[in-house]
């Protein structure tokens, strides 16, 4: 193991994304196990419901235990097009933190009279997740190591310090290292400084956290039917009828927990736009490889580059790293492109130059994820029929706790509650509309580019970067 150096080429580097990529699988490796539960029988025939939730992933599921456990008397459904877990929430990088808006500076921009009451529901809702993972029994593999923030070259570093003292104003329990002492949490050349943020924050598993949350509902009597694709929804005055491939359900209550897929209206899609966040699994990672590396204290990792990277630990020492965005014309369900390994490369060249000290590592996953994108960058939520459907969607990223919130807000809408936070804007308020097809597509593929290029070119990409950012999406 030599390592990569920075004269090596464009070619080699070529190579070595090649032979990494040869053997991957095109697939969620958090979803690549025997032991994955058998899913539920579809529904089949007439059947009524109280509360009727449309989606099973994290929102979705949530809202079933919550529901269930505040109201064990009313009968509850689910309904999940293919599997559980099959969407977003067996597809992401799973770091998870009291965050319930895209992170603290998210929410500061999107709602900065809301930041108290949003601080609070946040620690709220990490002691409820955990809560119920405890009561519950649910074994996801959970770290609760921190979230660390790095620096890539010394242009961010005053980001991170003004993230630093964002942090600490608003009581977060967090440090602020300089190069040194982030190559000692985690040695790559390109770290220039490191923020950790070291409580009620960590990594898991999350198609078992999804398998066990599924477990959890059941146990509780919810309903839960897979392969139950939702074909349409029709108001009958006190109640509403879902109409599914081989059955209907009528409900007094739709909670539409369908994030990126948007179904249950067709003006959901005018606040969300799908796009894709790819992400590579590495081999499991010997004793002396992870000594090249260090990672003793196993935080989630966010960067600070144009094109955003994450990384993060698995249980058995692999290293998943992500971040890489794309968007497909009309939003596809399973984009064949990204079955292949044409879309992983860039991915894998920003993973040898993280950590050039890797080069005899091999990725044995790549797949993406659908993230539900909206100029909040956060849940929010759309209401229809008259109050009785509520959409609870739109998480871009972070919203694997964050769905619980989702779940808990949605409900609280849907059956008219008086508590405090529906008053704040967050609740209140929905993100602004976004352009159809095809100016989507064209938009979309402007920006994807000028993300991938802004570093090493500059110019226009810039400026088209503040531009986006102006209109509410601040990818960069």
Not at 65 to 74: D, F, G, L, T
Not at 340 to 351: N, S
Request: hydrophobic share 40%; proline share 5%; charged share 25%.
């Amino acid at each position: 193991m030599a390592g990569l150096s920075p004269s090596d080429t464009s070619c080699e580097i070529f190579m070595l994304v090649d032979r990494a990529l040869a053997n991957a699988t095109f697939h969620p490796f958090w979803l690549d196990r025997r032991d994955a539960p058998s899913p539920e029988a579809p529904l089949i025939g007439r059947t009524e419901a109280d509360l009727l939730i449309v989606g099973g992933g994290f929102t979705g599921l949530w809202a079933a235990i919550i529901a269930k456990e505040s109201n064990p008397s009313q009968e509850i459904a689910l309904i999940e097009a293919e599997n559980i877990a099959c969407g977003a929430s067996g597809r992401p990088g799973a770091i998870v933190s009291t965050s319930v808006m895209h992170g603290l500076h998210n929410a500061v921009r999107v709602f900065p009279k809301d930041i108290a009451m949003l601080e609070t529901l946040g620690q709220a809702n990490i002691a409820g997740f955990l809560d119920t993972l405890d009561r519950h029994g649910i074994d996801c593999d959970a770290e609760w190591n921190g979230e660390l923030t790095v620096a890539v070259g010394t242009a961010n570093l005053p980001t991170l310090r003004e993230e630093y003292e964002l942090q600490q104003r608003h009581g977060h329990d967090v440090v602020l290292l300089g190069p040194e002492e982030t190559r000692r949490e985690l040695a790559s050349p390109l770290f220039e400084g490191g923020l950790w943020a070291k409580k009620n924050s960590g990594t898991l598993h999350p198609a078992k956290l999804a398998w066990g949350l599924k477990r959890a509902a059941l146990a509780l009597g919810v309903r839960i039917y897979e392969h139950t694709p939702l074909r349409a929804l029709t108001d009958d005055g006190d109640t509403v009828t879902a109409e599914t491939r081989d059955g209907k359900v009528r409900a007094r209550r739709v909670l539409l927990a369908t994030n990126a897929f948007a179904a249950g209206h067709d003006h959901i899609k005018r606040r969300v736009a799908m796009v894709r966040d790819r992400i590579l699994m590495t081999q499991p990672l010997t004793d002396e490889q992870m000594g090249r590396i260090g990672w003793r204290n196993r935080q989630g990792v966010y960067d600070t580059r144009t094109q955003l990277n994450y990384m993060r630990l698995t249980k058995d020492n692999r290293i998943l790293f992500g971040g890489r965005l794309g968007y497909f014309y009309g939003s596809p369900r399973d984009p064949r492109l990204d079955r292949t390994p044409a879309p992983y490369g860039r991915l894998a060249e920003a993973f040898f130059r993280t950590f050039p000290q890797l080069d005899d590592v091999e990725f044995t996953h790549a797949w993406s994820g659908p993230i539900g994108l909206t100029t909040r960058m956060a849940v929010h939520f759309q209401t229809y029929h008259g109050g009785k459907v509520v959409y609870a969607g739109g998480y871009s990223g972070f919203g694997v706790s964050a769905s619980r919130f989702g779940a808990d807000i949605g409900l609280a809408k849907l059956t008219g509650s008086q508590r405090p936070e529906l008053d704040c804007d967050f609740a209140r308020t929905m993100p602004g509309t976004i352009p159809p097809e095809p100016f989507r597509y064209l938009g979309a593929r402007i920006t994807m580019y000028a993300l991938d290029t802004a570093e090493a070119k500059g110019g226009w990409r810039n400026l088209w970067l503040k531009l986006v950012g102006k209109l509410g999406f601040p990818l960069s």
